[in-house]
Nanobody, 124 residues
Framework: QVHLVESGGGLVQPGGSLRLSCVAS????????MGWFRQAPGKEREGIAC??????YYVDSVKGRFTISRDKAKNMVYLQMNDLRPEDTAHYYC???????????????????WGEGTLVTVSS
């Protein structure tokens, strides 16, 4: 059974950094696309960064500021967030799906499995 648990959220000042972590269990990262999504109050959930073997995808709003990575040995996925802005405030979710389509497709369409999320607040 796929299980995802996020951690690393919190309160940070504008311009600051955070690293989110997602520990995956019940499957291995091989053959899976992993991604980070976020949902701000009153907005739909959006895919911001996804990763599979040899491919990554970022939504334009986070390009150059966020970096997704994974550690297959630890079965973990990370999101390094730099230069955070108030508009980055949201609940952040880790997602996973068996790889069948392009990495960008999953970021735009969503995943089959989700964690509970972690809250990131960017405020002075």
């Amino acid at each position: 059974q796929v299980h995802l648990v996020e951690s690393g959220g919190g309160l940070v000042q504008p311009g600051g950094s955070l690293r989110l972590s997602c520990v995956a269990s019940g499957f291995t990262l091989d053959y899976y696309v992993m991604g980070w999504f976020r949902q701000a109050p009153g907005k739909e959930r959006e895919g911001i960064a996804c990763i599979s073997d040899g491919d990554t995808y970022y939504v334009d709003s986070v390009k150059g500021r966020f970096t997704i990575s994974r550690d297959k040995a630890k079965n973990m996925v990370y999101l390094q967030m730099n230069d955070l802005r108030p508009e980055d405030t949201a609940h952040y979710y880790c997602g996973a799906s068996r790889y069948r389509y392009s990495t960008s497709w999953y970021c735009m369409q969503g995943m089959d499995n989700w964690g509970e999320g972690t809250l990131v607040t960017v405020s002075s």
